[in-house]
């Protein structure tokens, strides 16, 4: 359920806000019960006991895809797939096979060095260097970008940074570069400054929530400074067709790209 409806699925102010910020917060998008059975399954993959800090023996580990029952009834729960109906279109959007990357936090005195600003490109891959990866502005290979939260997230505990309305920034940013977009070593030549001065909001909430972000929102982690580690899994949704923010029955996450371009 949402957290202004006890139906599956976004309200109309939520789809308002999706268009405006560039994502909306869905409350209870999956049941605790499977964060906490995923959970188990990461503490193990991550040798750290979760009631031994002596354990949390980096600030960050992260761990790879995981296509285990629990964390795929996790990502295909009915409210997810209203969302996702709603956000990109029926049947314009591929069912969630696998969940990741996941990355937990931990308090510690190191910083993480992974918390600068930035998009989650979508395809040129094959690349090694990640830095050559890329972005366009039809958001080829990416529907949405998705925050679950597998654990309780105070503002304390490391909640990922939201830059809410960047996604309009980053829509203007890349669309002189056309089908071929920009490298994401192209978008953080500048630190991002174009969204500098939007209003920064913290994913915070309990596990089962789930932030569906607009691929161009831009984003970033921080330091720990709470007591409890923080587990996070970032997954796309891939698209079942490609993107077209021109196309007469737009969804809101193409009509968000054509409404930010005039």
């Not at 696998?98 to 998009?119: C, E, K, M, Y």
């Not at 490391?158 to 829509?171: E, K, L, V, Y």
């Not at 890349?174 to 500048?190: H, I, K, S, W």
């Amino acid at each position: 359920m949402t957290s202004e409806s006890n139906l599956p699925g976004l309200t109309p102010a939520q789809i308002d806000a999706f268009a405006a910020d560039g994502f909306v917060r869905l409350d209870n998008a999956f049941p605790r019960a499977l964060a906490d059975e995923a959970a188990a399954i990461l503490w193990r993959d991550a040798g750290c006991d979760p009631a031994d800090p002596a354990s949390w023996h980096s600030p960050v580990i992260r761990l790879g895809q995981y296509g285990q029952p629990v964390f795929r009834e996790a990502a295909n729960t009915p409210p997810l797939h209203a969302a996702f109906d709603q956000l990109v279109g029926a049947g314009r959007w591929l069912r969630p096979r696998a969940v990741g990357t996941f990355v937990l936090r931990f308090p510690s005195p190191d910083a993480p060095n992974d918390d600068g600003w930035h998009i989650d490109v979508s395809f040129g891959t094959e690349s090694p260097d990640f830095l050559d990866w890329r972005a366009n502005v039809a958001s080829r290979g990416r529907a949405l970008l998705m925050l679950f939260l597998f654990s309780d997230v105070g503002a304390d505990d490391a909640p990922t940074r939201i830059r809410a309305g960047s996604h309009i920034d980053i829509a203007r940013q890349l669309a002189p570069a056309g089908e071929a977009g920009l490298t994401l070593r192209d978008l953080v030549a500048d630190g991002f400054a174009g969204s500098a001065y939007r209003r920064e909001v913290l994913a915070t909430g309990s596990a089962g929530t789930v932030y569906l972000c607009h691929p161009f929102l831009v984003h970033a982690a921080q330091p720990h400074r709470g007591t409890r580690p923080r587990i996070l899994a970032q997954p796309p949704l891939l698209p079942a067709m490609p993107l077209d923010p021109w196309r007469a029955d737009a969804a809101p996450v193409e009509a968000a790209i054509r409404d930010a371009l005039g």
